[in-house]
């Protein structure tokens, strides 16, 4: 089992920036992909950025690229979301989730989230205008 718990999130102006963390625990080296996704009331779930826990390639939603970065430190099992040039659209719980079993549907889309297996409890990010 693996556990994954995000911190970072608050409330910041348009424009600003913020970093996530997820913290992950237990056979964290049991994990294929990591990626970070966020859901705003009302909205579907949306996946954001990911990346290969054991190696490189990372994937970024249009939405996002260019503003938000992905990056990992496996020495200490956590992965980040470096996010700028926040906009109020960008309001929403944000999750990290994990795959283990890259067999159940990652490779058709790796940010659609039926493939992972591990979440985290989120952590709210508001932005204001």
């Known amino acids: 089992q693996v556990q994954l718990v995000e911190s970072g999130g608050g409330s910041v102006q348009a424009g600003g920036s913020l970093r996530l963390s997820c913290a992950a625990s237990?056979?964290?080296?049991?994990?294929?992909?990591m990626a970070w996704f966020r859901q705003a009331p009302g909205k579907e779930r949306e996946g954001l950025a990911g990346?290969?826990?054991?190696?490189?390639?990372?994937h970024y939603a249009d939405s996002v690229k260019g503003r938000f970065t992905i990056s990992r430190d496996n020495a200490k099992n956590t992965l980040y979301l470096q996010m700028s040039s926040l906009k109020p659209e960008d309001t929403a719980m944000y999750y990290c989730?994990?795959?283990?079993?890259?067999?159940?549907?990652?490779?058709?889309?790796?940010?659609?989230?039926?493939?992972?297996?591990?979440w985290g409890p989120g952590t709210q990010v508001t932005v204001s205008s």
């Open positions: 989730a994990a795959v283990t079993d890259p067999s159940r549907g990652f490779f058709n889309n790796p940010l659609g989230g039926d493939a992972y297996d591990h």
């Open positions: 237990g056979y964290f080296y049991s994990t294929y992909y």
């Open positions: 990346l290969y826990t054991g190696g490189s390639g990372t």
